[in-house]
C-alpha cells in the first residue's frame, strides 16, 4: 500500500481537486500526504535587475506566503485525521523542481491535477502535470479539472471504483496492474472494486468485416485469450490475492490502440491505469506514444506507472546529461 502521497498545489481551486483523492487513500492505508508548492524564481538579470538583498525580501516574504497557505490547507476538513507533511522549494523550472521533490520526500505515488491540455492554471512553463507523468518514477495519478471525480463529496461515502487496465501482452504494459490494485481498493473503501483487463492487439487497417480481418482475428484470438488467463492467475497469489477486487478481462482488435482504449474506457469506468515505457511507448505498441494519446485525449484520471527497468534509466546520469528531466520547455516527444 502507499506510505507517502505527494500532492503538488499551485494555489488553485483546480489543483486542489486532488486533495479528497489524496485525503481517501492516506486513511486507506495510514500514508502521509506531502503538500508541495514551488516558488519561481524572481528575475535575477535582464534590462533592470533586481538588487539581491530585495530578491532575497521577496523570497522570504513569498514563503511564508506559501507556508500559510499550505497550512490553511492542512486544516481543511477533508484532511482532518490525516498525517500531513508541508514542503515549500524555490526553483526557476516547476516540473523539475517537483521532480526532486517526489524523491526527497520518498513519495510512492503522486496525485496531481491537470486542467485539460495545457496543465495548472498558474504555472504556465507548458503542461506541468504531463511533464510530471512523463518523467516521475513512482505511480502518478492524473485527475482532470472537468474529469469525472473519484470520490463522493459526502463525508465518509464510498462507492465502487471500476478501473480499466490496458495491456499489450508485454511485462512492462503489466507493471501497473499491482498499483491499480491497490489504488482502487482503497479508493472503493468500504465498497468493491473492479479492475478490467483489456488486452489490445493491434492488427493490420482492415475493414471490420472483411474475411482476412475476422480469419486474422480468430487466429489471434486463442493466444490473447490464453495470455489473459495467465496474467489473471496474478490476482490469485500474494500479494494482489489479499486486496478485495473483483477482476476481468476480454480481448479486442483494433489498428488503432489509443482509440480502442479510448473507446472501452467510455463504457462505465471510473479511472484508466496503463504503464509507460521510456519516451517510446508501450514495447508491443510500435505507434508512437499510446499512453500519451490517451492522456492527452480522455477526460478520464489516469494512473501512470512506469515499469522499473525505466524508472532506473530515467535516473541515470546519462539521462539527466541529455536534459531528460531538466528540459522545461522542450516539446513532449511521448513516453
Not at 487497417?205 to 472483411?210: E, I, L, R
Not at 489509443?258 to 511507448?281: E, F, P, T, V
Request: hydrophobic share 45%.
Amino acid at each position: 500500500m502507499f506510505s507517502r502521497i505527494l500532492v503538488p498545489l499551485d494555489g488553485s481551486s483546480r489543483a486542489e481537486r486532488s486533495l479528497p483523492v489524496a485525503a481517501r487513500l492516506a486513511r486507506s492505508g495510514g500514508a502521509t500526504v506531502v503538500l508541495a508548492r514551488i516558488i519561481g524564481l524572481p528575475t535575477l538579470f535582464g534590462p533592470d535587475p533586481s538588487p539581491l538583498s530585495d530578491v532575497e525580501v521577496a523570497l522570504s516574504n513569498e514563503r511564508e506566503t506559501v507556508t500559510r497557505y499550505l497550512e490553511e490547507v492542512a486544516r481543511r476538513p477533508e484532511l482532518v485525521g490525516v498525517t500531513i507533511q508541508i514542503e515549500v522549494a524555490v526553483a526557476a523550472a516547476v516540473a523539475p523542481a517537483l521532480l526532486d521533490l517526489i524523491q526527497s520526500a520518498h513519495a510512492d505515488l503522486v496525485v496531481i491535477c491537470s486542467h485539460g491540455h495545457t496543465g495548472f492554471t498558474r504555472w504556465r512553463l507548458g503542461s506541468v502535470a504531463q511533464k510530471i507523468a512523463r518523467h516521475v518514477t513512482v505511480p502518478t495519478l492524473v485527475l482532470r479539472a472537468e474529469g469525472p471525480s473519484l470520490v463522493d463529496d459526502s463525508a465518509g461515502a464510498s462507492r465502487s471504483i471500476h478501473a480499466l487496465a490496458p495491456l499489450d501482452g508485454s511485462p512492462e504494459a503489466e507493471a501497473a496492474l499491482e498499483p491499480a490494485d491497490q489504488l482502487v481498493a482503497a479508493l472503493a473503501a468500504r465498497a468493491r472494486g473492479a479492475l478490467h483487463l483489456l488486452h489490445v492487439v493491434q492488427v493490420e487497417d482492415a475493414p471490420p468485416a472483411s474475411g482476412a480481418s475476422q480469419s486474422n482475428q480468430e487466429a489471434l484470438r486463442p493466444e490473447a485469450e490464453q495470455y489473459l488467463r495467465v496474467v489473471m492467475e496474478r490476482f490469485q497469489r500474494a500479494p494482489m490475492a489479499d486486496i478485495p477486487l473483483d477482476v476481468t478481462s476480454s480481448v479486442v482488435f483494433d489498428p488503432d490502440v489509443a482509440a480502442a482504449i479510448l473507446d472501452q474506457s467510455a463504457k462505465g469506468y471510473d479511472m484508466i491505469a496503463m504503464a509507460s515505457h521510456g519516451r517510446s511507448g508501450l514495447r508491443l505498441w510500435m505507434m508512437g506514444s499510446v499512453t500519451e494519446r490517451v492522456l492527452q485525449t480522455s477526460d478520464f484520471p489516469l494512473l501512470i506507472v512506469r515499469p522499473q527497468s525505466a524508472a532506473l534509466a530515467q535516473q541515470t546520469p546519462d539521462a539527466v546529461a541529455k536534459g531528460a528531466i531538466g528540459d522545461e520547455i522542450s516539446g513532449w516527444p511521448g513516453y
